[in-house]
């Protein structure tokens, strides 16, 4: 199974921008899409944004036009820009990888990051 390993994340106050990396250890068929997930405390995980590697990208509605994907094919790995940070994105953030945007949403056959926290003050 593909390893992904995290980076980013921190403290920053509302309106600046952070961006969070995941590297997976190779490119097959199971990581065809990687993408993001958040849990606030108390709160279920939820979907914040994938990528596959032709381009196609989702994006949870309360992130769109705020975050995006920027793919790096030559190291495998995808950077989540986040722009414009809100104190109700703050959470643990998980890197995900998975055979396809749909199953990697339903959290299907997923490979998940070791998780970084993103706190966002007001």
């Known amino acids: 199974q593909v390893q992904l390993v995290e980076s980013g994340g921190g403290l920053v106050q509302a309106g600046r921008s952070l961006t969070l990396s995941c590297a997976a250890s190779r490119r097959t068929a199971s990581s065809s899409a990687m993408g993001w997930f958040r849990q606030a405390p108390g709160k279920d995980r939820e979907f914040v944004a994938s990528?596959?590697?032709?381009?196609?990208?989702f994006f949870a509605d309360s992130v769109k036009g705020r975050f995006s994907i920027i793919r790096d094919s030559g190291k495998n790995s995808m950077h989540l820009q986040m722009n414009s940070l809100k104190p109700e994105d703050s959470g643990i953030y998980y890197c995900?990888?998975?055979?396809?945007?749909?199953?990697?949403?339903?959290?299907?056959?997923?490979?998940w990051g070791q998780g970084t926290q993103v706190s966002v003050s007001s």
């Open positions: 995900a990888a998975g055979l396809d945007s749909r199953r990697l949403r339903d959290e299907v056959s997923v490979a």
């Open positions: 990528s596959t590697w032709s381009g196609i990208t």
